[in-house]
């Protein structure tokens, strides 16, 4: 049975893809006078709603920074809250645009679901939640435990690999969206809340007494997450990969959105190529030559959206770690412009 269950989804991936071949999602996106961006049902940091309805966070600013250079205004972005179960036929089916909703690069995902990973906007790894009262220090004292899960994600199988390659054994309560995922947790139904650690991070702030849990140290696994489109549109997929890339360079070189308009007078030729006033980039991408700009006066640099949203100025206060420039310790890293 699952034998046809996965030839029916590469089948159906495979239909979507050759369809998605002869379209212009740029043209489609342009005609439409929007962007619409797939996003998570509210993760604090990385994609959710304020009190007035206005959606912020770093998987949102992946895509005000699209529509930045596509419309000259980060505005122009149709947010739609996705579940982790949803999120791909909603991709495929042309929903959505882009999903930017702190998703795992996986090999599966891009040869069986049609997908194409755009580039690493935040490097994570999946841990494990836990109230104090347990006197629990690290991930191996979890032997026999019952485990909060969400289903349609990466984690359910790094949480049974890592708990068979221990020895151990758990109890895994599966639920189909992080709210109810929470709810469980905080009302004893588990143990233990396992997701990526910046989810972790996101969610404890929800609970009514975040001091009261903490983030076990151990990671069990690598969760690259970054922004997703459809296959068979190669130039949609270098904009929105160049999008992120230059997000990431700009911080490389200096460049924020408080000097750049300084900066783009220097004749410094890499400033110049990425600023626009020497070569043809932007129009290669089929945009204008001032992209770069356009996506640091609306959202920043890399540095900048990473500390605003989840970093030093956010109440998650999540330190840089691997996500770090690559000269500086981490492994953040983009091709240059050029």
Partial sequence: MKRVVLLLTFALAAALSAQAASADTLKTVQDRGSLSCGVSQGLPGFSAPDDKGNWTGLDVDVCRAIAAVIFNDPTKVKF????????????????????????????????????????????????????????????????????????????????????????????????????????????????????????????????????????????????????????????????????????????????????????AKSTKPELKRVFGTDGDFGKSLGVTNDWVIRIIKSVGNYGESFDRNVGSGSKLKIARGLNQLWNKGGVMYAPPIR
């Avoid at 999903?99 to 194409?116: H, M, P, V, Y």
């Avoid at 599966?174 to 588990?190: I, M």
């Fill in 80 to 263: 739609v809250p996705l579940s982790a179960k949803d999120r791909f036929t909603a991709l495929q089916s042309g929903e959505v645009d882009v999903l930017s909703r702190n998703t795992t690069w996986t090999l599966s995902r891009e040869t069986l679901l049609g997908a194409l990973f755009a580039g690493v906007n935040y490097y994570d790894g999946q841990g494990f939640l836990v109230k104090k009262s347990l006197k629990v220090n690290s991930a191996l004292e979890l032997n026999s435990a019952s485990v909060c899960v969400q289903s349609g994600t990466t984690t359910e199988q790094n949480l049974a690999d890592y708990f068979n390659s221990n020895n151990m054994k758990y109890e895994g309560i599966v639920f189909d969206n992080p709210d109810e995922t929470v709810k469980a947790y905080e009302s004893g139904r588990c143990d233990v809340f396992t997701s990526d650690v910046s989810q972790l991070y996101s969610e404890r702030l929800k609970l009514a007494n975040p001091d009261d849990h903490v983030v076990l140290p151990e990671v069990i696994s690598k969760e690259p997450l970054g922004p997703v489109v459809r296959q068979g549109d190669d130039r949609w997929f270098n904009l929105v990969k160049w999008t992120l890339f230059a997000m990431i360079d700009a911080e490389e070189l200096g460049i924020n959105s408080k000097n750049v308009d300084e900066m």
